[in-house]
């Protein structure tokens, strides 16, 4: 079955300090892995996807995103964090067309 | 370009009356796919429209319906409204509909039953 987990449900960072988001997924065929940022009240933005190819990716604002095929695992980086980071991060897997599996989300928390 | 827009943005309903959502997706895109967002379930994946036929749909009782019309623009419908109904509904378009696609999220109706 397909599912998407993200272990963490919500992390505190100080500012400037680096961050791993955590995302693990089940998935019978090759995944199409994506991140999403949703801002309170808003949608969600896209931030990084990854197909194939190398498998650490590049997004906006600064962010990375690793695929592991062997852990199964896409964790979503940032050298650095800003105020502005602050949101709700989720990790899903392309299923098809415009639906996805998500995970539950990691709620992150930017301190000064 | 314009992006998704979903209206309204905020609704308010009584339990057992019925709402129609409307989503207007991105000129030139096709594929609208709804999700139901909620505090302890997350994001729930209930149907995909693409020219105006329903490709996919979640797991979610018939009193959830869609449609597309044939300038992409969608609606969603739920009828006989129940308290656990009140979510943020959002709507995501797509130019196709690989599993490839990358998908614009609107900012969503936030739909209140009481």
């Known amino acids: 079955a397909q599912s998407v987990t993200q272990p963490d449900i919500h992390i505190t960072v100080s500012e400037g300090a680096s961050l791993e988001l955590r995302c693990n997924y089940s998935?019978?065929?090759?995944?199409?892995l994506f991140w999403y940022v949703q801002s309170p009240g808003q949608g969600l933005q896209l931030l990084l996807k990854?197909?194939?190819?190398?498998?650490l990716v590049q997004g906006i604002k600064g962010f990375e995103a690793e695929f592991k095929r062997s852990q199964s695992s896409f964790n979503l980086r940032k050298p650095s964090v800003h105020w502005s980071d602050a949101a709700e991060y989720f990790c899903a897997v392309g299923a098809s067309g415009n639906q996805f599996y998500f995970g539950t989300g990691t709620s992150l928390t930017v301190i000064p | 370009k314009a992006g998704v827009t979903q209206t309204p943005r905020y609704l308010i309903k009584t339990r057992g009356q019925q709402v129609t959502l409307s989503c207007s997706p991105i000129?030139?895109?096709?594929?609208v796919s709804w999700y139901q967002q909620t505090p302890g379930q997350g994001l729930q994946f209930l149907f995909e429209y693409f020219s105006e036929t329903q490709r996919n749909k979640g797991n979610f009782p018939g009193r959830f319906s869609g449609r597309q019309f044939s300038n992409s623009r969608s609606e969603m419908n739920v009828s006989t409204l129940e308290l656990g109904d009140s979510a943020l509904y959002l709507c995501?378009?797509?130019?196709?509909?690989?599993?490839?696609?990358?998908?614009?999220f609107g900012q969503g109706t936030r739909l209140t039953v009481v």
């Open positions: 998935y019978g065929a090759t995944p199409y």
């Open positions: 000129s030139g895109h096709r594929s």
């Open positions: 995501a378009s797509s130019s196709g509909t690989g599993r490839y696609t990358e998908a614009f």
């Open positions: 990854y197909f194939s190819g190398d498998t």
